[in-house]
């Protein structure tokens, strides 16, 4: 382990479930996927919708938090074999068959658009995936028919409104990946980005009542780095793809390569709606 000290609560989790003991990266992620899901408030026994489940690290937390009398359906339109280091398929079935395997039902390669309900939710939870989206309109269709299948929803994405200094890198790499987005086709999972207050009005347009919003740490994440990495990876392409915005681009990599702290990632924010 390195100077990172997981918490009380990733602790209990990992003791008593068995689920990525040696593996750090997957536990510093789940440590803030269980504070996401505390700051939800899910009902113990629920019946949870998960959009855009992906490998699983938040339908662990959900999964954990409604106990064994609960269930959470979780879904994603990628393939088994999509993601790195483990693929979809992989993650998901590891976790499967953990103690929490019976509590959880996953449906990759599944088009919410597809899937059917016949019985509202209690919950839905939409945790790190708005930015999947290409435009509000899209999202906004896809919350429509969402009010129809859930009770409350809760909502969870970075807030690029950051607070500290060094929180800059990481949303200046996501918004060159956002820029770029707009110029080649790509399958990264920026493809646009929705602030808060975007959030809040667009549930208000699908018929949700926003209840509750706060702010969950998360600046020990390595997504900042990553996202840092990623984005200076496609740097070339991206001049080729746009020459005239050559000018707007260096002044954005030098802005996220010249910092001189070490780079934290950007907070969550959370809203709920009924």
Same mark, same amino acid.
Request: net charge negative; charged share 20%.
């Given at each position: 382990?390195?100077?990172? #000290?997981?918490? !009380? ?7 008593? $479930? +068995?689920?990525?003991?040696?593996? &750090?990266?997957? #536990? ?7 504070? @996401? ?33 609960? +269930? ?21 079935? $590891?976790? @499967? ?9 996953? $449906? ?7 899937? !059917? ?16 989206? +290409?435009?509000?309109? &899209? ?21 690029? #409104? ?14 060159? @990946? ?12 920026? #493809? ?12 208000? %347009?699908?018929?949700?009542?926003? !209840? ?14 990553? !996202? ?22 260096? /002044? ?6 010249? /910092? %001189? ?14």
């Amino acid at each position: 382990m390195t100077a990172f #000290q997981l918490n !009380e609560q990733t602790n209990d989790f990992l003791n008593e $479930h +068995k689920l990525y003991e040696n593996d &750090e990266i997957q #536990q510093i992620q789940l440590q803030h996927r269980l504070s @996401l899901v505390e700051a939800f408030n899910l009902p113990k026994g629920g019946r949870i919708l998960e959009i855009g489940c992906g490998q699983g690290d938040t339908t662990m937390a959900i999964a954990h938090a409604i106990g064994d009398k609960g +269930k959470v359906i979780a879904i994603d339109n990628a393939s088994r074999d999509y993601g790195a280091p483990f693929t979809l398929g992989e993650a998901t079935d $590891h976790i @499967l068959q953990s103690s929490l395997g019976e509590r959880i039902a996953f $449906h990759l390669d599944t088009d919410f658009n597809d899937f !059917e309900v016949t019985v509202p939710f209690d919950v839905a939870v939409f945790s790190h995936c708005s930015w999947y989206f +290409k435009d509000p309109h &899209e999202l906004l269709t896809f919350l429509k028919r969402l009010r129809g299948m859930t009770k409350r929803i809760c909502f969870a994405e970075w807030d690029i #409104q950051f607070t500290e200094l060094p929180q800059q890198t990481h949303f200046v790499a996501v918004s060159i @990946l956002a820029l770029y987005s707009q110029f080649v086709e790509n399958e990264s999972n920026v #493809q646009n980005l929705f602030n808060k207050s975007q959030i809040r009005q667009l549930l208000d %347009q699908a018929g949700f009542l926003v !209840e509750k919003q706060t702010t969950v740490d998360a600046t020990f994440l390595p997504d900042a780095k990553w !996202e840092k990495g990623y984005a200076n990876s496609i740097r070339t392409e991206f001049v080729q793809a746009a020459p005239r915005m050559e000018p707007l681009l260096t /002044s954005y990599y030098e802005l996220m390569n010249d /910092s %001189q702290h070490k780079e934290l990632s950007l907070n969550s924010f959370v809203v709920t709606a009924i």
